[in-house]
C-alpha cells in the first residue's frame, strides 16, 4: 500500500500556465481521494506529477515517505487508468490483462492463474477470449481495471475514468470501483469534474480552482460545511442559494438578517446565530441549500422570508421553485403548486434587482 504527500507542489508549463500553484496535500494508506474541479483547473496535471508523468516546477512529491521527484513512473508501484481505457486491440482481454504480468516477466501458468482471478473479480472471466472490439464499453472499462489491478500497485490513479459511459453505466461502475478499492486496500486518487461521482466515491474530496486547492474534507465537510464561497457554490445539484445579508444582533439577543427589504429573524437557540452573531453589523453571504427551506404558505408565523414563484421546474420526484424576493407575497395557486405551502424563503441582492432563489418541493414535504 501507500501514502502520498505533496508540498507545495507548483506546476508551470511553458508559455507560462500556472496549472498547480503551491499544491499542499497528503494521501492516507489506503485511502480514496477525489481530485474534483472544473475543466483545466490542474486535475490532471496532480495525477500525472504523482505518477512521475510530468515533473513538478517547484514542489516535493513523497510516496510512503521518500522523495520521489526524480523517480521515474515504472519504480512508482502505480497503476494508471484513463477515460479512453487504451486496450490493445489486437489483444485478447486476458492478454491485455495479463500483459503487465508479461513485461514484469511472469511465469505463463502464474499469468494465467492471477489474470483468471482479476477477471473473475471484476465479473469478466467468461469474455477472456475476446477481443477488446467484441466488448460493450462497461466491460472494457473492466479489462481496464483489471489491466491496473493485477499487478497489486500499491497505488491507483484514475483519470475520469468513467466519463465516456452513459449515466446507468457509470453510476453501476462507481460503485464497483469504490468496492473493489477497498476491498484491496489500495491507495487511490480519482480524478473527476462530476460532484455526484466524488461525492459517492470518496473517503475525502479535494476540490481545486485554477491549480489551487479550495478545500478538502470528507463528501460530508466539504458539502455541508465548505471552507469558500467558490466551494459552496461549486458543489451541489441545484446550487446553494447564496443571499448577501447584513447581520444584526437585538437587545433580545435574537440575530436579524437583514435580506433585501426583508428581516429573517433567527432564534438564539439556533446554532447557526450564535455563528452569525460574530458578524454583528456586518454584510455577510449566508449560503442555504434549497433542500434545507421549508415552503409554507405566506401568511404563516415564524422566522421567515417571502418570495414570489417565478417558475417551477418539475423533476418527476420533485419540483424545484424558483424565487425572486421581494415585498411581494407568494400568491398560493393550489393546483401549480405541488404542495398546499408556498415558499418560504428567498434570494435578495438588495433594491437593484431581485435575485433567484431556490427551493425544492418533494413529496415528503407535501401538506
Ligand atoms: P480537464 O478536466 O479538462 O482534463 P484538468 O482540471 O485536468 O482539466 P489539466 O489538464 O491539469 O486540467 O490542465 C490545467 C491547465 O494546464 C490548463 O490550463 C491546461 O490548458 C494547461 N496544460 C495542461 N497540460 C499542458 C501542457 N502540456 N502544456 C501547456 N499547458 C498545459
Known amino acids: ?3 502520498v504527500a505533496l508540498k507545495e507542489v507548483t506546476k508551470v508549463f511553458p508559455g507560462g500556465t500556472v496549472a498547480v500553484d503551491g499544491l499542499d496535500l497528503d494521501v492516507a494508506d489506503g485511502e480514496f481521494l477525489v481530485l474534483l474541479g472544473p475543466s483545466g ?3 490532471s496535471t496532480v495525477l500525472r506529477i504523482v505518477a512521475g508523468l510530468e515533473s513538478p516546477s517547484a514542489g516535493s512529491v513523497l510516496l510512503d515517505g521518500e522523495l520521489v521527484n526524480e523517480l521515474p513512473p515504472r519504480e512508482r508501484r502505480i497503476a494508471m487508468v484513463f477515460q479512453d481505457f487504451a486496450l490493445y486491440p489486437h489483444m485478447t482481454v486476458g492478454d491485455n490483462i495479463g500483459f503487465p504480468l508479461k513485461l514484469a516477466g511472469a ?3 502464474d499469468r494465467q492463474e492471477r489474470t483468471s482471478n482479476v477477471a473473475a473479480a471484476l465479473g469478466i472471466g467468461d469474455v477472456l477470449g ?3 472490439s467484441q466488448l460493450s ?3 472494457r472499462q473492466r479489462v481496464a481495471m483489471g489491466r491496473a489491478i493485477v499487478r497489486q500497485p500499491g497505488l491507483f ?6 466519463s465516456n459511459l452513459d449515466s446507468g453505466l457509470r453510476a453501476e461502475l462507481r460503485a464497483e470501483i469504490s468496492a473493489l478499492t477497498r476491498e484491496l486496500g489500495v491507495t487511490t486518487i480519482y480524478v473527476t469534474h462530476d460532484q455526484a461521482e466524488a461525492l459517492t466515491m470518496a473517503d475525502r474530496v479535494a476540490i481545486m480552482r485554477n491549480g489551487v486547492l479550495q478545500d478538502v474534507g470528507s463528501p460530508t465537510q466539504v458539502y455541508s460545511r465548505p471552507a ?5 457554490a461549486f458543489l451541489g445539484s441545484p446550487r446553494m442559494n447564496l443571499l448577501e445579508a447584513s447581520v444584526y444582533v437585538q437587545l433580545d439577543r435574537h440575530v436579524t438578517l437583514a435580506i433585501g427589504d426583508q428581516a429573517l429573524y433567527l432564534p438564539w437557540d439556533d446554532m447557526r446565530s450564535r455563528r452569525m452573531a460574530h458578524y454583528h453589523g ?3 453571504v449566508v449560503g442555504m441549500r434549497p433542500e434545507a427551506l421549508t415552503p409554507v404558505a405566506p401568511d404563516t408565523p415564524g422566522h421567515r422570508l417571502v418570495g414570489k414563484i417565478r417558475y417551477l421546474e418539475h423533476h418527476g420526484h420533485e419540483t424545484l421553485a424558483f424565487l425572486d424576493v421581494g415585498a411581494t407575497a407568494v400568491a398560493l395557486d393550489e393546483p401549480s403548486i405541488p404542495t398546499q405551502r408556498a415558499a418560504a424563503s428567498a434570494n435578495a441582492a438588495g433594491r437593484g434587482g431581485l435575485g433567484r432563489l431556490l427551493t425544492r418541493f418533494s413529496k415528503g414535504n407535501r401538506g
Open 1 to 3: 500500500m501507500a501514502t
Open 41 to 43: 483547473c490542474g486535475k
Open 107 to 109: 511465469e505463463p501458468g
Open 130 to 132: 475476446r477481443r477488446p
Open 137 to 139: 464499453g462497461g466491460q
Open 157 to 162: 490513479l484514475m483519470d475520469e475514468p468513467l
Open 228 to 232: 469558500t464561497l467558490y466551494v459552496a
Open 282 to 284: 456586518e454584510r455577510i
